[in-house]
């Protein structure tokens, strides 16, 4: 089992439309969590972190159910612009530092 | 945020020959830096992290004498790719850690050996 994982899509909606991404992890001492965004051919760029009391940020909303060992993203009134590869990423601690684990990401195509 | 470079931005070399990416942390120190690789429609793989004055740390399955890395200061640490085969070919993308979970990447190297 994977220690993140993700529905890879293709997601094709609507421009306006909202889409949700759920990512669920696997290992218990999972101390943070993210959803960064990656363009085709560029490298991952921080969207927002992920808290347990859910955070909003424009258009956007992480959820983190610690529980269930899940985290979601809303996107609301999809653009254009937001077509990409949407990464769910977990940081895991460890002795010295922290291990951050990528989900392989969830495509996401928004069309007008 | 802040700023992390790497360079090149882009390789094409001839199988056989070593290539050295470099990574800086432009406006932070940074102790611990990341080297990722990620294939075509594939996630970001971590490779090895890469620590300030020590030796990396290298992840299972990750050749150590392969993919040299070093960090001799606190703003760089490169990544050497021994005896690029095609297999090699791939994105490569560093980061480097600001403050106990923050990660800053830089922009990838992409590099394609002949």
């Known amino acids: 089992r994977k220690e993140v994982e993700q529905d890879p899509g293709p997601f094709n909606v609507p421009e306006g439309a909202t889409v949700a991404f759920n990512c669920t992890y696997s290992?218990?001492?999972?101390?943070?969590f993210f959803w960064y965004r990656q363009d085709c051919r560029k490298e991952p760029k921080l969207l927002m972190s992920?808290?347990?009391s859910g955070n909003e940020d424009g258009r956007f909303t992480a959820q983190l159910n610690r529980a269930s060992q899940y985290i979601s993203l809303l996107i609301r009134d999809s653009k254009l612009s937001d077509s990409a590869t949407y990464l769910c990423?977990?940081?895991?601690?460890?002795?010295?530092?922290?291990?951050?684990?990528f989900g392989a990401g969830t495509r996401l195509f928004v069309k007008a | 945020g802040a700023v992390v470079s790497q360079h090149p931005s882009r390789v094409i070399c001839k199988s056989g020959t070593s290539v050295k990416i470099e990574c800086r942390s432009l406006?932070?120190?940074?102790?611990?830096m990341f080297w990722y690789r990620q294939f075509p429609k594939q996630s970001l793989m971590l490779m090895a992290t890469?620590?300030?004055?020590?030796?990396?740390?290298?992840e299972q399955g990750v050749e150590k004498d392969k993919f040299l890395i070093n960090h001799a200061s606190l703003t760089l640490s490169t990544l050497t790719v021994t005896s690029a085969h095609p297999e090699d070919s791939s994105f490569y993308i560093c980061?480097?850690?600001?403050?106990?979970?923050?990660?800053?990447f830089g922009p990838g190297t992409r590099l394609t050996v002949l």
């Open positions: 980061s480097a850690r600001k403050g106990l979970h923050e990660q800053f």
């Open positions: 290992n218990s001492a999972s101390q943070s």
């Open positions: 992920v808290y347990s």
């Open positions: 990423v977990v940081n895991i601690g460890s002795t010295g530092g922290f291990k951050t684990i």
């Open positions: 406006d932070f120190q940074a102790t611990t």
């Open positions: 890469s620590n300030e004055g020590s030796k990396a740390t290298y």
